[in-house]
C-alpha cells in the first residue's frame, strides 16, 4: 500500500492523485455498483411484491435511492482526494462567564453539504417506506371497510402515521447538527439547584422532539395495528375500545412528556422537589378542573358511560355520547346540537343511560277520556295506535293501564318500548296524532277541565255597618 502512495499518476494544480487514491475511488465505485445492484435488483421488487404500492412511488424511490448513491460515492471521492474544501469554520458563541469553558464552532464544508443533503433525502425514503409499510399492514388487519374505495382508504391510513415524516426530518436535522457542530449552541441556561447549571442546546431540543414523535409514532402503531387485531379477535365493542385507546394515550403522552423532560436535560427530582409548594397551590385553584380530570379516567375505567350511549342529564337534556375526553365529554343532543358536559356532571349528578339495558326502553304516553265513554274501546284503540307504529316494538307488547278517575276525566296510560331512545319525542308526537284521529273516528271525547263556581250574594244583615 506505500508503494501505492508513492506512484503518483497526475496532478491537478495543488493535488497530487497517486495510484492509491485511484484505487480506493474504483473500490468505492465498485462498491456503490454493487449496493445499487442488490437494492434496485433484488430488494426493491422484493419489497413491491410483498406491498401493493403504486407505480409512482416505485419511480420515485429508485431514483432516490440512485441519488443517495452518487452521492455518497461523490463524498467518497472528496474525502479520499482530501479536496473537502471548508466554506466556513468558526466560532459562533463563547460563554464570557466561564473562561475555561471550549466555544461553539460551525463548519461547513462540501461533504457537510453532501450529508446534509444525502441525510433529508435517506429521511424522505424511510418517510416513504415506512408509511406505505404501515398502511398496508393497516389494511390487512381487515379494519377498512370493503366498501371503502382505495383511493379514499389510503389517505384516511396514511393519516394515522403522519408523524412519521416529521420524526425522520428532525434526525436528519439532529445528524446535521451535530456534524457541523450547532448542536452545541446553547440558547439559555438554567440553575436548577441541587443538580446545577443546565444548558438548553440546540441538540437537546430536536433530541426532545424526536422523542416526541417516537412515542406518537408508536402509540399510533400500537393502537392503529395491534389493539385493532385484539379488539377484532375479542369482539370488543367500539365504547370500550375508545376507553382502553384514551387510557393508553393518556399514559403513552405522560411517558413521553418525562422523556422530553429528561432529554432536554432537566433533572425530573430536583423538578418536582421544587415545584411541590407550586403543584399544591395550582391544585387548590384548579381543583375543579382536577376533579373533572379525575372523573374522565373513572368513567373510562368504569365504562358507566362509553361512547355512543344515550344518556339524559338531570336537566333533562338528552344526547348521544360521541367523545369522552380528559376534562369534558362531548354529547349530540336530539336537536343535532353538540354540547360539552363536565365529566364531573356524568359522575357526581344523577344521569340515565337508556344504552345499559338491551338497547330498548319502556316509555308512556298520557290521555284522558270522558265520563261515560267505553272503557274497552279505548283501550282497544291505544294498543292498535301503537301496534300501527314502525319504531314501536312488537315484543314486549304494549300495554294500557287506567291510571285513575281524574276530577274532569279516567285517565290512561299508553306503556310502550322502542330502541329509537334520541327520536321518542317525535314517536310520542306521532302515537297523540294517532290517537286524537282514532278518538275522532269513534266519538271518544277527550274533556277539558270543568270548575263549577258558585257566587254567593251576601244577606242584609251582614250588608249593614256595625254600630259603635
Keep these: ?233 375479542s369482539k370488543i365493542d367500539s365504547g370500550s375500545q375508545f376507553a382502553i385507546n384514551r387510557l393508553l394515550t393518556y399514559f403513552a403522552y405522560l411517558i413521553g412528556v418525562l422523556l422530553v423532560i429528561q432529554a432536554a436535560g432537566f433533572n425530573l427530582v430536583v423538578i418536582w422537589t421544587g415545584a411541590a409548594a407550586l403543584l399544591v397551590g395550582i391544585g387548590i385553584g384548579l381543583q375543579q378542573t382536577f376533579n373533572d380530570l379525575i372523573c374522565g379516567v373513572i368513567i373510562l375505567f368504569e365504562r358507566s358511560v362509553k361512547v355512543g350511549d344515550v344518556v339524559e342529564l338531570s336537566g333533562h337534556q338528552v344526547g348521544t355520547v360521541r367523545k369522552i375526553g380528559t376534562r369534558t365529554s362531548v354529547l349530540e343532543t336530539r336537536d343535532d346540537i353538540i354540547i360539552f358536559v363536565p365529566n364531573s356532571k356524568l359522575i357526581g349528578e344523577n344521569v340515565t343511560n337508556w344504552s345499559q339495558v338491551e338497547r330498548k326502553a319502556r316509555f308512556h304516553v298520557k290521555v284522558g277520556v270522558a265520563y261515560g265513554s267505553d272503557t274497552e274501546l279505548v283501550k282497544n284503540l291505544l294498543l292498535e295506535v301503537a301496534k300501527d307504529h314502525p319504531r314501536v316494538l312488537d315484543s314486549p307488547r304494549p300495554i294500557v293501564r287506567l291510571l285513575d278517575f281524574g276530577d274532569s276525566s279516567l285517565d290512561f296510560d299508553l306503556i310502550f318500548w322502542t330502541r329509537d331512545f334520541v327520536r321518542v319525542e317525535d314517536t310520542r308526537s306521532d302515537l297523540r296524532f294517532a290517537i286524537d284521529a282514532a278518538f275522532r273516528a269513534r266519538k271518544v271525547e277527550i274533556p277539558f277541565p270543568q270548575r263549577d263556581v258558585w257566587m254567593r250574594s251576601p244577606t242584609r244583615e251582614e250588608e249593614l255597618p256595625e254600630e259603635g
Excluded at 406491498?51 to 429508485?62: A, I, L, P, V, W
Excluded at 459562533?92 to 464552532?105: F, K
Excluded at 422523542?211 to 379477535?233: C, D, E, G, P
Aim: glycine share 6%; net charge positive.
Design 1 to 233: 500500500m506505500e508503494r501505492l502512495r508513492d506512484i503518483n499518476l497526475f496532478e491537478l494544480e495543488m493535488m497530487s492523485v497517486n495510484l492509491y487514491q485511484v484505487v480506493l475511488i474504483a473500490l468505492a465505485l465498485l462498491g456503490v455498483f454493487v449496493l445499487g445492484w442488490l437494492l434496485l435488483e433484488k430488494l426493491l421488487p422484493l419489497y413491491f411484491h410483498r406491498e401493493t404500492t403504486s407505480e409512482q412511488n416505485h419511480g420515485r424511490t429508485r431514483r432516490v435511492i440512485r441519488f443517495v448513491l452518487v452521492s455518497f460515492f461523490l463524498m467518497s471521492v472528496l474525502r479520499i482526494l482530501e479536496i473537502d474544501f471548508t466554506f466556513f469554520d468558526g466560532i459562533i458563541q463563547r460563554d464570557y462567564n466561564c473562561d475555561d469553558c471550549p466555544p461553539v464552532y460551525f463548519t461547513v464544508r462540501i461533504s457537510t453539504i453532501v450529508k446534509a443533503l444525502v441525510a433529508f433525502i435517506i429521511a424522505n425514503v424511510l418517510d416513504l417506506i415506512l408509511e406505505e409499510f404501515l398502511t398496508q399492514r393497516y389494511h390487512r388487519s381487515g379494519q377498512v371497510s370493503s366498501t371503502t374505495g382505495g383511493a379514499t382508504a389510503q389517505p384516511i391510513a396514511g393519516d394515522r402515521f403522519k408523524s412519521a415524516r416529521p420524526l425522520m426530518y428532525t434526525l436528519a436535522l439532529l445528524f446535521v447538527a451535530q456534524d457541523t457542530g450547532a448542536a452545541k449552541f446553547v440558547f439559555h441556561k438554567f440553575n436548577e439547584g441541587l443538580s446545577g447549571e443546565v444548558a438548553l442546546t440546540l441538540g437537546r431540543i430536536l433530541y426532545a422532539i424526536a422523542i416526541f414523535f417516537v412515542v406518537k409514532l408508536v402509540l399510533n402503531i400500537f393502537t392503529t395495528l395491534i389493539m385493532r387485531s385484539y379488539y377484532s379477535r
